[in-house]
């Protein structure tokens, strides 16, 4: 399954690029370099212009695991933000790349650690 499209906010694609810089020295390097090439297949639009219904960062997205067929409701946060226990999830965690940029609808093969894959299905976004 190709890639689907994704969109970002120009003020989350500079967030971003900020986040890459500084994680891609650190124990978060590969999920940095994962992000930056996220950022790389991106189309960036105003704020004012990001499609209804796409993940950005804040968003709160209800997701389906199409492997398991578990759904959860997690909000996307910065790294720092990150409190799993309130289903804020970092977008350097394997969901959280996952997620950023996809809209309504999208699914996404993506890789998890330890070499397995998982399909996502976005269900929807608040």
């Known amino acids: 399954m190709s890639l689907p499209p994704i969109h970002l906010r120009a003020s989350d694609q500079r967030t971003l690029e900020h986040l890459v810089q500084s994680a891609s020295e650190g124990p978060d390097a590969d999920s940095a370099a994962r992000l930056d ?34 759904v959860r409701d997690v909000t996307l946060v910065l790294p720092h933000q990150a409190a799993p226990a309130q289903s804020h999830i970092s977008i350097l ?17 993506w890789p998890l650690p330890g070499g397995k894959h998982t399909r996502l299905r976005v269900l929807h976004v608040d």
């Open 93 to 109: 965690s394997p969901l959280g790349l996952a997620l950023i940029g996809l809209a309504t609808r999208d699914r996404i093969d």
């Open 37 to 70: 090439e996220e950022l790389a297949r991106a189309t960036v639009v105003p704020d004012h212009a990001l499609p209804a219904g796409t993940v950005a960062l804040h968003s709160r997205v209800r997701v389906r695991d199409e492997t398991t067929q578990r």
